[in-house]
Nanobody, 126 residues
Framework: QVQLAESGGGLVQAGGSLRLSCAAS????????MGWFRQAPGKEREFVAA????????YYADSVKGRFTISRDNARNTVSLRMNNVKVEDTAVYYC???????????????????WGQGTQVTVSS
């Protein structure tokens, strides 16, 4: 079992920045890849970013590439998402997720992930 808890969401103006964090517990954090997804009202959950077990590889959705940065601290069992130059369309509930499968690639589908946090709301105002 893996427990995930997101924090850091809130209200931010367009063009501003926000940092989301996800704390993991229950299993060796360094043994699984991590991802961030988001879901806006009336829309399907979509991939945002992923990071490998060691943190050496990252992968981003085109919509956030160059603005968001995913990172992890295996000593503290945390993964973060730094969001810069946010846009109104970034408004969503953001979820962190753990992929326990031993893959050579980083998953970008919700089905690739085994455990999910409860989510944190990010609202970007114009």
């Amino acid at each position: 079992q893996v427990q995930l808890a997101e924090s850091g969401g809130g209200l931010v103006q367009a063009g501003g920045s926000l940092r989301l964090s996800c704390a993991a517990s229950g299993r060796a954090f360094r043994s699984f890849a991590m991802g961030w997804f988001r879901q806006a009202p009336g829309k399907e959950r979509e991939f945002v970013a992923a990071i490998s077990r060691s943190g050496s590889r990252t992968y981003y959705a085109d919509s956030v590439k160059g603005r968001f940065t995913i990172s992890r601290d295996n000593a503290r069992n945390t993964v973060s998402l730094r969001m810069n130059n946010v846009k109104v369309e970034d408004t969503a509930v953001y979820y962190c997720a753990a992929d326990l499968e031993d893959r050579t690639w980083l998953g970008d589908h919700a089905d690739d992930y085994d455990y999910w946090g409860q989510g944190t709301q990010v609202t970007v105002s114009s």
